[in-house]
């Protein structure tokens, strides 16, 4: 088992920062590629970005491309999500997830075993 807490959310203007943490603790961490995933209301849980255990390999969604970075320090047990730029159409709930494979896969929620709660971003206009 893993157990994954997100903090960092909150309430920022539209071209502000946020940076979101994803602590995990239970199996190894770094034997996991973990991803960042938000579902805003009414809509489907979507994929944002993905990091490959050892942190060399990321992925994006072209929507954040640019503005959002992953990283994990696996010394600490954490993968972060660092959002710049920020619009009012990144308001969501964002998931960290951790799974074994990566991969384009890396986009699916079916390739992640472990989810933490949630931790709710807002994006004044």
């Known amino acids: 088992q893993v157990q994954l807490v997100e903090s960092g959310g909150g309430l920022v203007q539209a071209g502000g920062s946020l940076r979101l943490s994803c602590a995990a603790s239970?199996?190894?961490?770094?034997?996991?590629?973990m991803g960042w995933f938000r579902q805003a209301p009414g809509k489907e849980r979507e994929f944002v970005a993905a990091?490959?255990?050892?942190?060399?390999?990321?992925y994006y969604a072209d929507s954040v491309k640019g503005r959002f970075t992953v990283s994990r320090d696996n010394a600490k047990n954490t993968v972060y999500l660092q959002m710049n730029s920020l619009k009012p159409e990144d308001t969501a709930v964002y998931y960290c997830?951790?799974?074994?494979?990566?991969?384009?896969?890396?986009?699916?929620?079916?390739?992640?075993?472990?989810w933490g709660q949630g931790t709710q971003v807002t994006v004044s206009s």
């Open positions: 239970g199996r190894t961490f770094s034997g996991f590629a």
């Open positions: 990091i490959s255990w050892s942190g060399a390999s990321t």
């Open positions: 997830a951790a799974g074994r494979g990566w991969g384009i896969a890396v986009v699916t929620t079916t390739q992640y075993t472990y």
